[in-house]
């Protein structure tokens, strides 16, 4: 199986401490917050001066607050400095209004249109090729990045909805989910995205499935302590339009947990729905936080290997 994990540190030492582990245990990727360590592009950077294979990506860099223009420089530039084709994969998305209106003072203005055009430019320049658009959000006459010689960038759409859906499979390798469960992929996600990637005439589209995971046997101490650390996500209108989609009602429910047996018959699930890719997010439950994690990590470590 493909399973990665959430990459999060707060020195550049530790960043490259967890890439190198996560490597030698055989996880297949580390996935990147826009917060993390004020950009994951440093992040990223750090983490693959010391490994070799693992997939680095983010999860992901907002659009709204980056011109299409300067993202893809900024990519350009990550990629030219790790050197090795499809080991950096980048993840973009609008966010939340919330987030963009509320927290940066911007516009939210259309997100569908803003996403649609702005993926369209992008990975027009990313491709090498000059990008002469004129849409209703977007006009730009811009070159591609020159630094040194192009690599292939991956570009993954962080879509729920069914236009974004559309625009992942259309236009780019796919898409990178969070808070959307089994029955979401296989109903919704999945058969959207395919769809989409056919009528364009590309090749099946990568689904990098994220959600929380913790291996314990209490499982309805686990979900209250995933509804406690996840609770935000509840309060979004695109995480709960996915979560209905999933048929439960809250991040909670929407989390991984349980024995081993459990767990891994709900990742299981999660590949024969459509995922190609675990985005795994270990949280903690109970007093014994480290030894909760290694128990999640124990399993998911395996899992990798199988």
Do not use: C
Request: charge should be negative.
């Amino acid at each position: 199986m493909r399973i990665g994990l959430s990459g999060a540190a707060t020195t550049i030492d530790r960043i490259i401490e967890q890439a190198q582990r996560a490597e030698a245990e055989g996880f297949t990727s580390l996935w990147y917050a826009g917060a993390v360590f004020g950009d994951p592009l440093v992040a990223i950077a750090a983490a693959a001066r010391d490994t070799s294979t693992i997939e680095l990506g983010t999860s992901v860099l907002q659009t709204y607050p980056s011109h299409p223009a300067v993202m893809a420089a900024r990519a350009t530039a990550v990629a030219a400095a790790i050197g090795r084709p499809r080991r950096f994969t980048l993840g973009v998305g609008p966010s939340h209004q919330p987030v963009i209106e509320g927290m940066l003072g911007l516009s939210f203005d259309r997100p569908g249109q803003h996403t649609d055009e702005y993926v369209q430019i992008l990975t027009t320049l990313l491709g090498g090729e000059q990008a002469s658009f004129s849409g209703e959000v977007f006009r730009v006459n811009a070159a591609p990045p020159a630094v040194g010689e192009r690599i292939e960038i991956p570009v993954l759409v962080a879509a729920l909805g069914p236009r974004l859906l559309r625009v992942a499979g259309q236009y780019t390798s796919g898409t990178i989910t969070w808070m959307a469960n089994a029955k979401a992929i296989d109903e919704h996600v999945a058969p959207l995205i395919r769809k989409a990637a056919s009528g364009a005439g590309r090749a099946d589209p990568r689904i990098v499935v994220g959600l929380p995971v913790a291996v314990h046997d209490d499982v309805a101490e686990a979900r209250s302590a995933a509804a406690e650390q996840f609770v935000i996500y509840g309060q979004l209108p695109n995480y709960q339009r996915i979560l209905e989609r999933g048929g439960v009602k809250s991040p909670a429910d929407a989390a991984i947990v349980g024995d081993e047996a459990s767990v891994t018959a709900q990742i299981e699930a999660l590949f024969a729905a459509g995922a190609t890719d675990l985005w795994a997010a270990p949280f903690p439950v109970g007093d014994d936080r480290p030894a909760s994690r290694a128990r999640t990590r124990s399993l998911l470590k395996e899992l990798a290997h199988s």
